[in-house]
């Protein structure tokens, strides 16, 4: 049992951190709820759409008991009072790093990365994923600590130290596991948080030309051996890989370029029905739903990410400091991931392995957004009391 | 900067907003350009399914001899092949299979099951190098009763095939093993040197295996393979058959090499039961007037059926180990030895070129001469009195040779003290006869020993490089060693080399025109210098391929060896040496001494040497060559051949019967073992090849 704050009704009982049951839904901003939702179930049609023809309706059941477990957490967390954040903050962190830590003697492999704890009955759990809730919400904390200068005072460059400290522990952990897409948007939430933080354009700016350098320096010592940079775009998953490391994001591309305006309609992608293109329904989603769904169908989804950003950024707007960097970590971590993800599908970006939030398949990354998801009604909740 | 009065923040939400917006719009104008936009829209080109590839590898080559007997053949073997898609798509994933095999093959389940599993960077080795769809062979060579137990109970098998591979065979077993070289596998680095080599193939890394590895290995051929977007086979496509390497014909005599070969194990064991360490030996069979050789033995052998499927790292050890004697080593080409009374060819042709002495007069062969106040002897310190060039070769005088080396010696120095350049006659006539030069037969570069000899140039040079090490050996005396007098002798000489080490001295041009000192020579190199005395002077770089033979039997390449040198000799001196050492002229010539009463007798001629080397016994060296002829006037001979036995003694007592046994199959006396005593001078019809199918 946790002590907290006390309800002024009740001036001697301690109470759960959980709002009262008549104020479960005041104050939810619906339209969050909405999009999220909508995101998993398109997400549902097209993951039975990729296994069909191989799986039958296994993978749509498990991706709607997900979705259920999902839709629990992001309650169980709107119900988290906001101002709680402080002391959430480092629970979450520690645990995720405990979780990063537990990977490496007993994670087990799945494709090529380290990087999943196997809980039995055929679930399996993903740290690095909570590990992205987890450093949003430690870095907010961090970053607010010094109510005496005022919530919106720029960190100190102590601060940005010691959160760059934070960061770097689990980046390094993930990148040994080894899974780079996790790591860069990592890397990215954190920066949103940094930028929002008000920390200084020396540091922001600074960051920003250390990660391109750095990102150009590996290309090119990859360069040198030409298998580096092959594993690097198949860094994520060499054996599914046999006839090179562009095998997949050619198929992908074959696929969503002929959906053209509608698509080939629902179970008519002839890409996904032959199972051409591999882990369709994790990180290659995207693929069906442009060539079964078109131009119209995969715009759309681009178009709820969008508007799923900007509700979460209102939520920024309006919340206070701590909150607010909860907030926008978690939008930038969300639209990051969406960009990578898309991008790598339709060929912007490299092939590293990151889900679709909500929409792909996978049941660490679906909890792990639901539980963003209900922190940010959390927030709001706050913001309107 | 940002104003310190007002927070941040509204500018900086702007800031994520704007990143967010154009994430989204790049996602969103990408989408619309790959889907309505592009021209150049990929399509989906290998169908439902896209081939891949099982390379069949290409027989190797056959190696025939110069009248196309094979030496090296193909012979077919039993291949157990485990197919690991048709494992994974068991309900067990194949584990109860791999548990019979294992049984069957006496292996551990698991150990297959990591032999079969593709390598990746998250698979250490043991693992499967190959494409990961094609079958991994877990057993080569397999015994027939495996091989029945599988074909027989075909559905406790699933996925497990027996394959027929080729192998290479030697019918011959172990004869002219080291010439013949062997096949390995490929490694990374072949692949890298050649990216046309595939992991199935096998590679010449030795011999005439390794020189005309081009020739032998032919062309891959491949099994096409259709796959399924995840990489699994559906099913076999059309395959292009391995084309064999071509037939190499060389212009080694099956008979002569095996004649060789069986007359040299002989010598070592007479030798050895003549109470001598006779630890190994060479015989050169060579055609001195094209360059050919005919036959190349070496003492001890190996089996180069070892080498078949790999080699282990005990029979490699075993064959490498110079305890053993290291029979991977081929001495007549790749052994450096001192020559002995042998390099008295090259001292004479020196001496006399250059007017130091002639073939007329006599000169003393004394028991022994002094030289800078060293004693040096005769071989049993024998007294000939006076005599000419003639009976000093026949009877092998060394004190003879001493004399005018040693005043050639202090020409020099002379002519050094005035500031010319030395001549150094005997060291440049050394050089023209191809000592210190590789032969530059067609053998791998690191298979041919080049000789060598002192000068005052290397002295020197090695006494620059190495002063320090004898100086400090002076210095400490040697204290490991525990014999005193050696102990005593070894720091004098240390000492002596710390100061001194760069002087050539006159006892070292001495020792040099008997063939002692520094001087070494291959018994190739030996073969090759005295094909020179009976061809005019031409000094070969002789050959061991003679011609490229193809698939249908045509000749596609014919092999001929060069004339490196022409030594600067006059046709009048050769005749002179080659009636000097006559056998004909019976005890007079010491290397006849083996022959005296043979039909063949007035036939041959030959010189032996009796090598000292420091701490061993004698190497005894016979070089003889017949059947001789007349051409224009001059002596010619159809062969040159050259025995060498370590520490056996004397030339005349074993080098001299060995080479006998050679010379009575090659002259008929005991079973003729080549057609008309003549080196083969056409080339063999060479069969088309039956098409040998691997899969």
């Known amino acids: ?385 | 900067m940002a104003d310190p009065r007002r927070p941040p923040t509204p500018r900086r939400l702007g800031i994520i907003v704007a990143l967010v917006v154009s994430m989204m719009l790049t996602l969103f104008v990408r989408l619309y350009y790959v889907q309505l936009i592009d021209p150049h829209k990929p399509t989906q080109n290998a169908g439902l399914l896209h081939d891949g590839y099982i390379v069949v590898p290409a027989p190797r080559g056959l190696i025939v001899d110069a009248r196309g007997r094979p030496l090296v053949t193909n012979t077919t073997a039993q291949v157990i092949t485990v197919d690991r898609d048709l494992l994974q798509q068991r309900s067990d994933h194949g584990r109860a299979v791999l548990a019979r095999l294992a049984v069957l093959l006496n292996r551990s389940a698991s150990e297959l099951a990591k032999e079969i599993t593709p390598c990746s960077p998250k698979v250490p080795a043991p693992c499967w190098t190959g494409e990961p769809f094609a079958p991994v062979p877990v057993a080569t060579n397999a015994p027939t009763a495996t091989v029945l137990a599988i074909s027989e109970h075909r559905e406790q098998y699933p996925g497990v095939a027996v394959q027929t591979v080729t192998l290479p065979s030697y019918p011959n077993g172990s004869l002219a093993a080291q010439i013949l070289g062997y096949a390995s596998q490929i490694t990374t680095a072949d692949k890298k040197s050649n990216s046309a080599l595939n992991d199935a193939d096998s590679i010449g890394v030795s011999g005439l295996e390794e020189q005309y590895d081009a020739i032998l290995r032919g062309v891959d051929g491949k099994q096409i393979v259709k796959l399924n977007p995840q990489g699994y086979t559906v099913k076999l496509g059309g395959s292009v058959a391995a084309q064999q390497g071509n037939t190499l014909v060389t212009s080694i005599d099956l008979g002569i090499q095996r004649l060789a070969e069986q007359s040299l194990a002989k010598q070592i064991a007479d030798s050895r039961a003549a109470g001598k360490p006779a630890t190994g030996g060479a015989v050169v069979a060579m055609d001195p007037n094209t360059g050919r050789i005919l036959a190349v033995a070496s003492y001890p052998t190996y089996d180069p059926e070892l080498f078949v499927g790999g080699i282990t790292n005990a029979n490699y050890g075993a064959l490498t180990d110079p305890s053993a004697g290291t029979p991977l080593l081929n001495r007549a080409i790749a052994g450096a030895y001192a020559p002995g009374s042998t390099f008295k060819l090259i001292t004479s042709s020196s001496l006399v070129m250059h007017d130091e002495i002639n073939t007329t007069s006599s000169y003393s062969c004394p028991g022994s001469v002094t030289i800078d106040g060293r004693v040096k002897t005769n071989f049993d310190s024998e007294v000939l009195g006076d005599i000419t060039l003639r009976d000093a070769l026949g009877y092998s005088c060394d004190t003879f040779f001493y004399q005018p080396t040693a005043d050639e010696y202090y020409t020099d120095q002379a002519r050094i003290d005035r500031g010319q350049k030395a001549h150094e006659y005997l060291q440049r006539m050394a050089a023209a006869y191809g000592v210190g030069t590789a032969p530059g037969v067609d053998l791998p570069a690191g298979e041919q020993a080049a000789g060598s000899y002192a000068d005052r140039e290397t002295r020197l040079a090695r006494w620059k490089a190495n002063r320090a090490t004898y100086c400090e050996e002076g210095r400490k005396g040697y204290p490991d060693i525990a014999d005193a007098a050696d102990r005593a002798y070894l720091t004098a000489l240390a000492k002596e080399n710390c100061t001194d080490g760069w002087r050539y001295r006159a006892g070292d041009n001495a020792d040099m025109s008997i063939g002692q000192g520094e001087t070494t020579m291959s018994p190739l190199q030996l073969a090759i210098a005295y094909s020179a005395l009976l061809n005019g002077g031409r000094i070969w770089a002789p050959t061991l391929g003679w011609a490229v033979v193809d698939a249908k039997g045509k000749v596609v390449q014919t092999i001929q060896p060069k004339v490196r040198d022409r030594v600067p000799v006059r046709q009048s001196l050769f005749d002179y040496i080659t009636s000097a050492l006559d056998f004909g002229r019976g005890w007079s010539v010491s290397g006849a001494f083996a022959y005296i009463g043979s039909k063949y007798q007035n036939r041959l001629g030959g010189k032996t040497g009796t090598a000292e080397v420091f701490g061993k016994g004698d190497t005894s060296w016979l070089v003889t060559w017949g059947p001789t002829y007349k051409q224009h006037g001059h002596t010619r001979a159809k062969f040159v051949l050259v025995g060498m036995v370590e520490q056996a003694g004397t030339g005349a007592t074993a080098a001299g019967p060995m080479l006998k046994r050679v010379w009575d199959g090659i002259l008929g006396t005991n079973r003729p073992v080549i057609p008309h005593a003549r080196p083969e001078s056409v080339l063999p019809k060479i069969a088309p090849q039956v098409k040998v199918m691997t899969r």
């Open chain 1, 1 to 385: 049992m946790t002590l907290t704050a006390r309800d002024p009704r009740a001036a001697f009982v301690l109470t759960p951190p959980v709002m009262p049951l008549e104020r479960r839904v005041r104050g939810y901003d619906r339209p969050l709820v909405v999009l999220a939702l909508a995101l998993s179930l398109i997400g549902g049609l097209l993951v039975w759409a990729a296994t069909r023809s191989a799986s039958g309706e296994s993978f749509l059941y498990r991706h709607l008991l997900n979705l259920g477990i999902a839709a629990a957490l992001m309650v169980a967390a709107s119900r988290l009072d906001a101002r709680l954040l402080r002391l959430f903050g480092p629970i979450v962190y520690l645990a995720s790093l405990f979780g990063l830590l537990l990977v490496i003697p007993a994670g087990t492999t799945v494709n090529g990365a380290k990087a999943w704890i196997r809980l039995g009955g055929g679930f399996e759990l993903q740290p690095s994923e909570f590990m992205k809730l987890g450093l949003i919400v430690g870095m907010a904390v961090l970053f607010t600590r010094h109510d005496d200068r005022g919530d919106d005072a720029p960190p100190s460059t102590r601060d940005i130290v010691l959160a760059l400290g934070l960061v770097a522990v689990p980046l390094a952990l993930i990148m040994l596991q080894p899974d780079l897409g996790s790591a860069m948007v990592l890397g990215c939430a954190v920066f949103g948080v940094l930028v929002m933080a008000g920390a200084p354009a020396r540091w922001t700016l600074g960051l920003l030309v250390c990660g391109v350098a750095g990102a150009i320096l590996a290309v090119r010592l990859g360069v040198l051996h030409d298998y580096q940079l092959a594993r690097f775009t198949s860094f994520r998953d060499p054996n599914h890989d046999p006839l090179g490391a562009a095998y997949n994001y050619n198929q992908a591309h074959i696929a969503i370029a002929h959906g053209g305006l509608f698509g080939k309609g629902l179970f008519h992608g002839p890409q996904t029905n032959s199972g051409f293109v591999p882990e369709q329904q994790t990180d290659f989603i995207f693929s069906v739903a442009g060539e079964e769904f078109g131009l119209v169908g995969a715009g759309l989804i681009i178009v709820l990410f969008g508007l799923l950003c900007w509700r979460g950024l209102r939520i920024a707007r309006d919340a206070d400091a701590a909150a607010r960097l909860v907030a926008v970590g978690v939008v930038c971590w969300f639209a990051f991931q969406a960009f990578q993800n898309i991008g790598m599908n339709l060929g912007l970006t490299p092939v590293t392995g990151v889900p679709l939030p909500f929409v792909s398949y996978g049941g660490s990354s679906m909890f792990a957004q639901a539980i963003a998801i209900g922190l940010l009604q959390a927030v709001h909740r706050r913001s309107l009391t």
